[in-house]
């Protein structure tokens, strides 16, 4: 019997959050551990905890058909309470990032004597059910064929040029290093809008759904990017939250959630 309250098909995860728990309970069971260890508590290496990721993983990819990435597994096996998971899905490389007072409850702020937190995540069920399967598949294939095609026409242009790219082109290298491949300016630079147009450049020849869904995966990055420069400034921003730093990370955070909104 397996019992959860992770709604299903809501796009919360609940594949990836079952098959680690099937995999932790099998690994109780072939190891005779003590039924109370869980896997949270339980000291396992980090090589170990990969190893849950992409075995249960491979779960759905080879048993269920469905060409999923990593991201869910790893962080049903990595997440921890009050941080953000910053991942790099190609080398799985991963960074946290300790959420502010402002997100965690323990702000200063307070109404009638009572602590207030400032923003919250808000989850909204909108009652339409999350599939797998052929239609992810499919979305899938769209956004690796941009990626690939993308990455055809950056290489061509280098030919030409007699330059070469410092890295290989994907989307994540874009936008984390626009300027290796000629884009625009470097991490910082605000020009998101200049920065797609030069991804998707028109020339590729990308079908009408592999631009779209290539150019959400990046507009997605790049937001991600900015929430986690301003969760770094709000934390480490070198005063407390009545300070003029504090008052222009809060600014810039109510600027990237009105971005978002829109």
């Keep these: 019997l397996i019992d959860g309250d992770v709604p299903l098909g809501a796009g919360m995860s609940s594949s990836a959050a079952l098959c680690v728990a099937v995999w932790n309970t099998v690994a109780w069971i072939a190891q005779k551990a003590p039924p109370e260890m869980l896997l949270s508590e339980t000291p396992f290496s980090e090589e170990a905890l990969v190893n849950v990721a992409t075995s249960t993983r491979a779960i759905e990819v080879e048993y269920c ?11 049903s096996v990595h997440g921890r309470a009050g941080c953000f998971l910053e991942l790099q899905c190609s080398s ?26 400032q923003y919250t995540f808000l989850l909204v069920n909108s009652m339409v059910k999350h599939k797998l399967g052929d239609e992810y598949n499919f979305i899938r294939t769209c956004i690796e064929g941009a990626q690939s095609k993308i990455r055809d026409q950056k290489e ?7 330059c070469e790219s410092q890295s290989r082109f994907s989307f994540a290298a874009a936008v984390e290093h626009p300027t290796q491949f000629g884009f625009g300016s470097d991490a910082d630079g605000d020009d998101d809008a ?5 991804v998707f450049d028109s020339r590729v020849g990308l079908s009408e759904d592999e631009r779209a869904m290539g150019q959400y995966v990046v507009e997605e990055m790049l937001r991600t990017r900015k929430f986690i420069k301003v969760i770094e400034e709000l934390c480490c921003g070198g005063g407390d939250e009545t ?13 990237f959630t009105s971005a978002k909104m829109q």
């Design 65 to 75: 058909k469905v060409n999923i990435g990593i991201m869910d597994q790893f962080v």
């Design 92 to 117: 799985l490389s991963h960074k946290y990032h300790t959420l502010p007072p402002a997100f965690t409850g323990s702000t200063t702020t307070t109404t009638g004597g009572v602590p207030q937190e």
């Design 156 to 162: 061509k242009d280098d030919m030409a040029s007699g």
């Design 194 to 198: 200049g920065l797609i147009a030069e």
């Design 243 to 255: 300070s003029g730093d504090a008052d222009a990370s809060t600014a810039a955070l109510e600027a």
